[in-house]
């Protein structure tokens, strides 16, 4: 595609619920990002995929948070059990190069 | 622990003014030195990036100025605009690493 897009571009679910955020990165980039913004904050970075190598899920702030890329494209965050600290903003990014990301308009996360 | 720090954390100046966001990195092994704008809603867009071979890049009203030895980076927006107002961030790379400033907002008022 032209450009990153994530789905759903907005999720409210309820504290205990698990969710899928997706990512679909930009045809032939092989670096893949995933970061955390909450309100008026900077970017928390969560996890990073490159090509076929192990992901770098340093990231990631609890056993609760998990994410795979399938075929080395689509990526999905998977939060279980959610809670209200879990509301932000979860950006995607993807990359040929390494150098310039591009990062998709993210997916809105309320937990109520 | 922030491999990059950033300042000023917010920054309001009068159209046509020249605002500066400073950033500053500790490991000498980050070899590309981005910019991100973020309006709101929206996710962060790059807006200019330097190598550490040069020490000042310019593309339209933007300009990066690079100190190597100092580790400091900095972005001057000049004639600045109400439309430049948004969220600064600067970004460090290098093996693949990816970090980023804290961020700046920056209003420009009319």
């Known amino acids: 595609g032209a450009g990153v897009s994530q789905s759903p571009s907005n999720k409210v679910t309820e504290k205990g619920k698990d969710v899928e955020l997706r990512c679909d990165p930009i045809s032939g980039h092989t670096a893949l990002y995933w970061y955390r913004q909450s309100l008026g904050q900077g970017l928390e970075f969560l996890i990073y995929f490159q090509g076929n190598s192990a992901p770098d899920k340093s990231g990631l702030p609890s056993d609760r948070f998990s994410a795979e890329r399938t075929g080395g494209s689509v990526s999905t965050l998977t939060i279980q059990r959610t809670q209200q600290e879990d509301s932000a903003v979860y950006l995607c990014?993807?990359?040929?190069?390494?150098?310039?990301?591009?990062f998709g308009s993210g997916t809105r996360l309320t937990v109520v | 622990q922030q491999q990059v720090k950033q300042s000023p954390q917010s920054l309001i100046v009068q159209k046509g003014g020249i605002p500066i966001i400073n950033c500053a990195y500790e490991?000498?092994?980050?070899?590309?030195f981005p910019w991100y704008q973020q309006f709101p809603g929206k996710g962060p867009a790059l807006l200019i990036a330097i190598r550490p071979d040069v020490s000042e890049k310019k593309e339209g009203r933007f300009t990066i100025s690079f100190n190597k030895s100092a580790k400091q980076f900095s972005l001057h927006i000049m004639d600045s605009q109400p439309g430049d107002s948004a969220t600064y961030f600067c970004a460090v790379t290098g093996a693949n690493n990816l970090f980023f400033g804290t961020g700046t907002r920056l209003t420009v008022i009319p």
């Open positions: 990014a993807s990359s040929h190069r390494g150098l310039d990301y591009t």
């Open positions: 490991n000498t092994a980050f070899d590309y």
